[in-house]
């Protein structure tokens, strides 16, 4: 019987790059999708259910904690993935390890045979939850009443490699979204210090602007003119470094 490893190599596969690919779009396209489904489906009495098994699907994928992708159902050699909906029926067991069971989002309506995986503690006809990764290893063709029947055969895949690919690229990109968020942040918080340190700002600018035109005034000899206006920005901005200079060009006036 072929290896899961076996079948991989065989048809040239880079089986945990590929799982890690489509891991990596799926959750993508969960991030993109599932707000607006779960809005719609918040919309309906009917969908409360499905919104809130949506929302946690969401967060999980937000966390780069979801399961991997499902293994699709039109099945061929090499394929890889969870099962539809993440579980399967048991319809036959045929030994504590190998047992015919049913796979598919309609209630397991695939007739698959799944290989490695312990059935000792099931009974035909149990469903059985799991998030588990399988490869399709081979096809195997059996006689029965109605003739010869191919099914494909499963087999449980290690997707820990696939998983630390994964997991790695959800980091980096949880990172660089961490960046972008502190730079917005600190973006927000200028644009707060601006805004509230404009009118500080205008007002330095109108008393140095008074100052020049007080030092072209003196220039002028319109002493007069001059001090008024010097006396003016000691009053109005005492201990700044405008009236500094204001107090420092009145003490230079001629006296009159």
């Known amino acids: 019987m072929l290896t899961a490893l076996l079948v991989a190599s065989l048809f040239g596969l880079d ?8 891991w990596i779009a799926e959750r993508k396209q969960i991030l993109e999708t599932f707000p607006r489904v779960i809005g719609r489906l918040k919309s309906t009495k009917a969908g409360s259910a499905a919104a809130e098994a949506a929302k946690q699907r969401l967060a999980r994928a937000r966390a780069g904690n979801d399961p991997p992708p499902t ?6 050699i090499g ?3 969870t ?22 989002r309609r209630s397991g309506s695939i007739d698959v045979i799944l290989t490695g995986f312990d059935f000792s503690k ?8 799991t998030e588990a990764c399988f490869l399709v290893t081979e096809t195997r063709t059996d006689q029965s009443l109605a003739g010869p029947r191919t099914v494909f055969v499963l087999a449980p895949f290690d997707a820990t490699k696939a998983q630390v690919i994964y997991r790695h690229a959800v980091a980096l990109e949880l990172a660089e979204a961490k960046q972008i968020e502190a730079e917005r942040s600190r973006q927000l918080e200028q644009k707060r210090r601006d805004k509230q340190e404009a009118p500080a700002r205008s007002e330095t600018q109108k008393y140095t602007a008074l100052l020049k035109t007080a030092r072209n005034l003196v220039k002028a000899g319109l002493y007069p003119a001059a001090e008024q ?23 230079a006036l001629p006296l009159q």
């Open 83 to 104: 099962l539809p909906g993440l579980r399967f029926k048991l319809r036959q067991r045929v030994s504590a390890n190998e047992a015919r069971i049913g796979i598919g």
């Open 229 to 251: 206006r010097l006396r003016k920005i000691i009053a109005d901005v005492p201990g700044t470094p405008t009236a500094t200079e204001a107090q420092q060009e009145l003490d």
């Open 79 to 81: 394929a890889v993935g």
């Open 15 to 22: 089986v945990d790059q590929e799982l890690a690919d489509r």
């Open 71 to 76: 293994i699709d159902d039109e099945l061929s």
């Open 122 to 129: 099931m009974v035909d006809g149990q469903f059985q939850s």
